[in-house]
């Protein structure tokens, strides 16, 4: 069994920022990427950013400039540091592990943008 345990979402004001963190714990074979969807009421699920274990990583055009994405492969845990946060940010935010053979999903954190 694997299992993704999302934290570090919250309320945050408008131009503020969040660290979200993903631990994968449980019988991991070898991680291929690591990386942050969300979704957000009557909208489809999308890519935030997702980073391979080599360190390549991806990010939706949306959040370019404002998040970072690290994955510390000794601790099975992905990052996604989240600055300048906007409205339109505000979503349920899930972790994704991408291995040789499986794809896996957290439960979600919410992140929610707000004065």
């Known amino acids: 069994q694997v299992q993704l345990v999302e934290s570090g979402g919250g309320l945050v004001q408008p131009g503020g920022s969040l660290r979200l963190s993903c631990v994968a714990s449980?019988?991991?074979?070898?991680?291929?990427?690591m990386g942050w969807y969300r979704q957000a009421p009557g909208k489809q699920r999308e890519l935030v950013a997702s980073i391979t274990s080599g360190g390549s990583a991806k990010f939706a055009n949306s959040v370019k400039g404002r998040f970072a994405i690290s994955l510390d492969n000794a601790k099975n845990t992905v990052y996604l540091q989240m600055n300048s946060l906007k409205p339109e940010d505000a979503a349920v935010y899930l972790c994704?592990?991408?291995?040789?053979?499986?794809?896996?999903w957290g439960q979600g954190t919410q992140v929610t943008v707000s004065s």
């Open positions: 449980g019988r991991i074979s070898s991680i291929y990427d």
């Open positions: 994704n592990l991408l291995t040789t053979y499986s794809n896996y």
